[in-house]
């Protein structure tokens, strides 16, 4: 079992910036890829960022593309996601999931993903 924290949700004002936290604990090296998701009121779960633990490719939805960016320090089990010109549209919960499947295809399917953590608010006044 893989436990996920995710840290540094908060409040900010339109075209502001933040950078979330997901760190792993337990049994980190059967996640293969780690990825990040988020849900806003009234609306289903969407697909953000992934990252693959031992390369560093990456995948984004295109409405971040060029705007976030997603890492990952295999030292500290620590997965960012990097969140830049934030745009009122960008509220939601935030979530860090692991999914211990070799393939990086297929990474913006939720079912998918094996382990979640448990989300950040994520807030953008305009």
């Known amino acids: 079992q893989v436990q996920l924290v995710e840290s540094g949700g908060g409040l900010v004002q339109a075209g502001g910036s933040l950078r979330l936290s997901c760190a792993a604990s337990?049994?980190?090296?059967?996640?293969?890829?780690m990825g990040w998701f988020r849900q806003a009121p009234g609306k289903e779960r969407e697909f953000v960022a992934a990252?693959?633990?031992?390369?560093?490719?990456?995948y984004y939805a295109d409405s971040v593309k060029g705007r976030f960016t997603i890492s990952r320090d295999n030292a500290k089990n620590t997965v960012y996601l990097q969140m830049n010109s934030l745009k009122p549209e960008d509220t939601a919960v935030y979530y860090c999931a692991g999914r211990r499947g070799n393939s990086f295809m297929a990474v913006t399917t939720i079912l998918t993903y094996d382990d979640w953590g448990q989300g950040t608010q994520v807030t953008v006044s305009s």
């Open positions: 337990g049994r980190t090296f059967s996640s293969n890829t």
């Open positions: 990252i693959r633990w031992i390369s560093g490719t990456t």
